[in-house]
């Protein structure tokens, strides 16, 4: 069963994907080319095969100097079963879309950071037909941010500390920084950022710490507090919360269809377009969603059977 801190390790940078670039850029220190676009992908790799293959997370990044599919796998422990996945993850991503793939595994576990940063060879001995380098962010290469001044200059990178540090010595510090810092951002994002916490931290004493500090400050996340403040809203306030976060998800999905056309060079005509962005049915628009990986022609998003 996948945990919530499990979750918590790559949804971060779902929320906020120039995280990602940072990391990589800034963290281990690789010359990542600065973006012109990123998208969060569908995370489905399932073939026709009756087999589910999903990463956590999948990041499409566009740049000048070329296309990169950034695959974020959050680990637990060690497992060397998935070290065979991530091989098929990237090979079949870059016959799939030929461009070049990219593995990230996040971690909270510094022994698992060095199992999982150790090269995947696949071959003969001392003559590899494919070698796999993964890149790795764990608590030795992401900073402990236990400065409130560090955490309002980078509240994403301040919460991937607390996601990594949570088991350390400095947690307490880290959270109330980071606290500290979420009063200064938006309250949509604080709450989403509150939530990846309180579902990222393992440590009970760490995870208590941070639900003390939450229950303060009026952000709608989903912890007990939160619960107990939604079932006294009143009903019309809750409903209207519904509609929206149903018409927020229409509207990303809608981006994620148009902006995969583009990206595989799919002409999208301007009344397909309009279908799309009018689309108000969740399923119908995941179904499309789906779809736009593999169709032709755009209209083909609407064909049934």
Same mark, same amino acid.
């Given at each position: ?26 963290? @281990? ?6 973006? $012109? ?20 997370t =999948?990041?499409?990044?566009?740049t ?42 996040? &971690? ?6 060095? !199992? ?43 919460? @991937? ?16 920084? =980071? ?14 950022? #509150? ?5 990222? =931290? +393992?440590d009970?004493? #760490?995870?208590?710490? !941070?639900?003390?500090?939450?229950? &303060? ?19 019309e306030?809750?409903?209207?919360? $519904?509609?929206? #976060?149903?018409a ?7 981006? &994620? ?5 583009? !990206? ?17 049915? =969740?399923e119908q628009?995941?179904?499309? +969603? ?8 755009? #209209? ?6």
């Amino acid at each position: 069963m996948v945990s919530s801190s499990h979750e918590a390790l790559h949804r971060i940078f779902q929320k906020d994907t120039a995280l990602l670039i940072r990391a990589i850029q800034h963290l @281990l220190h690789v010359p990542f080319p600065e973006p $012109r676009d990123m998208a969060v992908l569908n995370a489905d790799l399932t073939e026709i095969e009756p087999i589910e293959r999903r990463v956590d997370t =999948l990041v499409r990044v566009d740049t000048d100097e070329g296309d990169y599919l950034l695959v974020i796998e959050a680990q637990g422990k060690k497992d060397e079963d998935k070290r065979g996945s991530w091989a098929y993850y990237l090979s079949y991503l870059y016959a799939k879309f030929r461009c070049q793939p990219v593995l990230v595994v996040v &971690t909270q576990s510094a022994s698992t950071a060095r !199992w999982a940063a150790q090269p995947i060879r696949l071959g003969l001995p001392g003559w590899p037909t494919l070698t796999l380098r993964p890149l790795v962010l764990g608590p030795d290469n992401v900073p402990v941010i236990a400065e409130e001044s560090e955490a309002v200059r980078d509240v994403p990178l301040a919460v @991937l500390s607390a996601l990594t540090h949570g088991r350390g010595p400095a947690v307490t510090a880290i959270l109330e920084s =980071l606290a500290a810092a979420l009063e200064t951002i938006d309250v949509e994002s604080a709450a989403v950022f #509150a939530q990846l916490v309180e579902s990222g =931290l +393992v440590d009970p004493q #760490a995870k208590e710490i !941070w639900r003390d500090k939450m229950s &303060t400050i009026n952000y709608f996340f989903r912890h007990e507090v939160a619960q107990k403040v939604r079932e006294e809203g009143r009903e019309e306030g809750r409903e209207e919360g $519904r509609l929206e #976060a149903r018409a927020t998800l229409a509207e990303e999905r809608a981006t &994620t269809i148009l902006r995969t056309l583009k !990206w595989r060079g799919v002409e999208v005509p301007e009344a397909v377009r309009q279908r799309v962005v009018s689309a108000t049915d =969740l399923e119908q628009l995941a179904v499309w +969603v789906d779809r736009s990986y593999q169709v032709a022609d755009a #209209a083909e998003l609407f064909v049934e059977g």
